[in-house]
Every structure is written in structure tokens, then in C-alpha cells.
């Protein structure tokens, strides 16, 4: 089965770092994705890890340990506009399906 | 970058009554599609993963009868929701899959009142 697990709510301050980590267990692992989606929006893309390691776009950034079954999304220089929901999804190469966490809602305040 | 539409954006229905829903990709071929719904405050849910050309596979406990899906062509599935219900008001998402990203519709809010 799949089993995606994130915080469902943060609060951080503007101008801070906030890490989002998100746990999973699901079989035929192939990579986990990051979105974000603002209220009433579709997702947008962030980031795709498919191997170890921190991968750094930006301001977000975003890490994978697939021996721990383990990942998190790193924003830095916190922005108001950066208030949404944070999804990480994991990648099932067997019928090409996306699993879905149950998001995690992050509030910037001044 | 890869573009998906869908259409309508929003829309008001009575109850009884069905609902199409379409999802193109706009600028690539999607051999597979998926069709998402999302309750306020609440994570995407996967009804159903579409591919060109076959029958689309359900996730447990959507009812393929009242959730139409066709996949017609590799630009276009659509969503009908049958006898549409004030329960089944929600936001439907779509996706198309090309390589390993997904990229998805900007939705559509189905009321039925």
C-alpha cells in the first residue's frame, strides 16, 4: 500500500526558514515530487527527487533519503505570497500513479 | 512548458442533471491522464488514471457509472459526472502525464444545487 505522511498545519515568520518534511512508504518507489497550491488553485510544480541529496532551486529547496523513506522541502527568505498548502506526492512507476500526503498549510506572518 | 486546460472552470448544476468536464493537453501528448477531486481544506484524491484509447481505471470506492471518463485522443480526456448530486460539489482537477511530470489544469468548481 501507500502511506504519505506530513504536518497539516506550520506557521513561520517572514523572512525565516521553514523545513516541511514529509515520510512514505509506498511500493514501487520511483521519486517524490513537491507542489504548492494555493487556495482555490490547482498545484503548481516545485520539485522532483528522484536520487539522494539536496537539490536547490531558488529559494526552495528540496532533500530525499530513500533508505529512510524520507523527505523535506526547504524555504528560505520566507515570503507573505509563500502562505499555501505544500504537497509532496510519491512516484509509483507501476501504472504511473501519483500518491498524494495530506498536504501541509503554511502561514506566513510579518 | 507544458500547458493543460480544462474547461469549464467553474459550473452551476441542478441536481439530476450531468456534468463534461474536459482536460487537454495543450502543447505535448498525454498518454495517460488523471482525474483528481478536492474537498475544501483537504489533500487531491484520484478517481481514476485514463489512458488513450482503453478504459480508464477507478481508485476503490468511485463509481465508474456515474464517473464517465473518456480518453479519446492523446490531448483530450473528459470527465462526466453523471446524475449529479450536491455531494458531488467539489473541485475536479485534472492532470496529463508526460515523462515523469505531471502537470495540471487550472480546475474546475462544480456546485450542484
Known amino acids: 500500500g501507500q502511506n504519505i505522511d506530513q504536518p497539516t498545519e506550520m506557521t513561520a515568520t517572514e523572512g525565516a526558514i521553514v523545513q516541511i518534511n514529509c515520510t512514505y512508504q509506498?511500493?514501487?518507489?520511483?521519486?517524490l515530487f513537491w507542489y504548492q497550491q494555493h487556495a482555490g488553485e490547482a498545484p503548481t510544480f516545485l520539485s522532483y527527487?528522484?536520487?539522494?541529496g539536496l537539490e536547490e532551486k531558488g529559494r526552495f529547496s528540496s532533500f530525499l533519503s530513500r533508505s529512510k523513506g524520507y523527505s523535506y522541502l526547504l524555504l528560505k527568505e520566507l515570503q507573505m505570497k509563500d502562505s499555501a498548502s505544500y504537497l509532496c506526492?510519491?512516484?509509483?512507476?507501476?501504472?504511473?500513479?501519483?500518491?498524494f500526503g495530506g498536504g501541509t498549510r503554511l502561514m506566513v506572518k510579518p | 512548458g507544458a500547458v493543460v486546460s480544462q474547461h469549464p472552470s467553474w459550473v452551476i448544476c441542478k441536481s439530476g442533471t450531468s456534468v463534461k468536464i474536459e482536460c487537454r493537453s495543450l502543447?505535448?501528448?498525454?498518454?495517460?491522464m488523471f482525474w483528481y477531486r478536492q474537498f475544501p481544506k483537504q489533500s487531491l484524491m484520484l478517481m481514476a488514471t485514463?489512458?488513450?484509447?482503453?478504459?480508464?481505471?477507478?481508485e476503490q470506492g468511485v463509481e465508474k457509472d456515474k464517473f464517465l471518463i473518456n480518453h479519446a485522443s492523446l490531448t483530450l480526456s473528459t470527465l462526466t459526472v453523471t446524475s449529479a448530486h450536491p455531494e458531488d460539489s467539489s473541485f475536479y482537477i485534472c492532470?496529463?502525464?508526460?515523462?515523469?511530470?505531471?502537470?495540471f489544469g487550472p480546475g474546475t468548481r462544480l456546485t450542484v444545487t
Open positions: 492532470s496529463a502525464m508526460t515523462g515523469y511530470e505531471q502537470y
Open positions: 509506498t511500493s514501487g518507489f520511483n521519486g
Open positions: 527527487n528522484v536520487l539522494d
Open positions: 506526492a510519491a512516484y509509483n512507476n507501476a501504472g504511473n500513479m501519483l500518491t
Open positions: 502543447d505535448f501528448q498525454a498518454t495517460t
Open positions: 485514463s489512458n488513450e484509447g482503453s478504459k480508464a481505471t477507478y
